[in-house]
Nanobody
Framework: EVQLVESGGGLVQPGGSLRLSCAAS????????MSWVRQAPGKGLEWVSH????????NYADSVKGRFTISRNNAENTVYLQMNSLKPEDTAHYYC?????????WGQGTQVTVSS
């Protein structure tokens, strides 16, 4: 059974940093790319970042480019999202996503709130 468990969210002041983690199990983690997606209150899903299976290629939404960094540790089956220079508009529920054999898998998400 594929499981994705996010952690690391919380309340942070504007300009602060957080690191999200997503622990994966139930599939061969190193074979698949991973993504982070977020949903702000009252809005739809927004893709944030993507990393290839071995971590050599990464992509970011324009809204987070230069502030967020995605990485992964295939030995620990974990993908990370380092978020710096956080803004109030980054407030959202952040989800880890895996696309495996044309099926989408999601974790339960972790809440990030950026507020003074």
């Amino acid at each position: 059974e594929v499981q994705l468990v996010e952690s690391g969210g919380g309340l942070v002041q504007p300009g602060g940093s957080l690191r999200l983690s997503c622990a994966a199990s139930g599939f061969t983690f190193s074979n698949y790319p991973m993504s982070w997606v977020r949903q702000a209150p009252g809005k739809g899903l927004e893709w944030v970042s993507h990393i290839s299976n071995l971590g050599f290629n990464t992509n970011y939404a324009d809204s987070v480019k230069g502030r967020f960094t995605i990485s992964r540790n295939n030995a620990e089956n974990t993908v990370y999202l380092q978020m710096n220079s956080l803004k109030p508009e980054d407030t959202a529920h952040y989800y880890c996503n895996a696309s495996i054999l044309s099926r989408q898998f999601w974790g339960q998400g972790t809440q990030v709130t950026v507020s003074s």
